[in-house]
């Protein structure tokens, strides 16, 4: 029933794993964002991409790398990474980059890193 | 101080109760506000978008109070699916940039 549609929605992987997270969104929107959400924190922006463009990168580390393709699609590639990168990682898409308009969320890929 | 602020609750109020929270915001070039909400494991969804004026939504009520800086969200008549994370969204247009508040959690009794 959502416009947007995340991939896995679960993932288990070790340290030096390599993975991607996908993000599909069928709302003929332009902009399209990753956050992450760790228990008990506010939802943290990691990137932003307009147009296809990347626009925002929130000081994410490099072992998180983002792939817009196109304006429906999202991938979050994820290498390396750290027991503290265990989280909820949401994508969503809203019409334009205009803080305007309300974002649509998917349902998020829960991640674990062991 | 934070760029938004929510009081993280629990409130724990019966059915059919009448409950608000607030949501204070610190840049006074806010101009964009949202209230979501969030059941356990899920993700965020639209609630409603708060005008300048208010604006209702059957039993959820908005409002927007510019000079103090803080936007409130009104439930009457609770249900129990009401139970859900509420995160409050601010929006700064110059910066392209909306700010989520942590949340508060609401748990309706029965």
């Known amino acids: 029933e959502t416009g947007v549609t995340q991939t896995p929605r679960h993932l288990v992987m070790g340290m030096t794993n390599k993975k991607s997270l996908k993000c599909e969104q069928h709302?003929?929107?332009?902009?399209m964002y990753w956050y992450k959400q760790s228990a008990k924190k506010p939802l943290e922006l990691m990137f932003v991409?307009?147009?296809?463009?990347?626009?925002e990168n929130n000081s994410v580390p490099s072992r998180f790398s983002p792939e817009c393709p196109n304006s429906s699609h999202l991938f979050l590639h994820l290498h390396t990474l750290q027991p503290e990168d265990s989280a909820l990682y949401l994508c969503a898409s809203s019409k334009g980059q205009d803080s305007n308009q309300p974002q649509h969320f998917g349902d998020g890929t829960r991640l674990s890193i062991l | 101080r934070k760029e938004v602020e929510q009081d993280p609750g629990p409130f724990n109020v019966p059915e059919g109760a009448t409950v608000a929270f607030n949501c204070t915001y610190s840049n006074s070039a806010s101009q964009s506000f949202f209230w979501y909400r969030q059941d356990c494991r899920k993700e965020p969804k639209l609630l409603m978008s708060v005008y300048s004026s208010g604006n209702e939504d059957g039993r959820f009520t908005a409002q927007l109070n510019r000079a103090s800086q803080y936007i409130s969200l009104l439930i009457r008549d609770s249900k129990l699916s009401d139970s859900a994370t509420y995160l409050c969204?601010?929006?700064?247009?110059?910066?392209?940039?909306?700010?989520f508040g942590s949340g508060t959690r609401l748990s309706i009794r029965p």
């Open positions: 709302l003929g929107h332009n902009a």
């Open positions: 991409y307009n147009f296809k463009e990347q626009t």
């Open positions: 969204v601010v929006g700064y247009s110059s910066a392209s940039k909306i700010i």
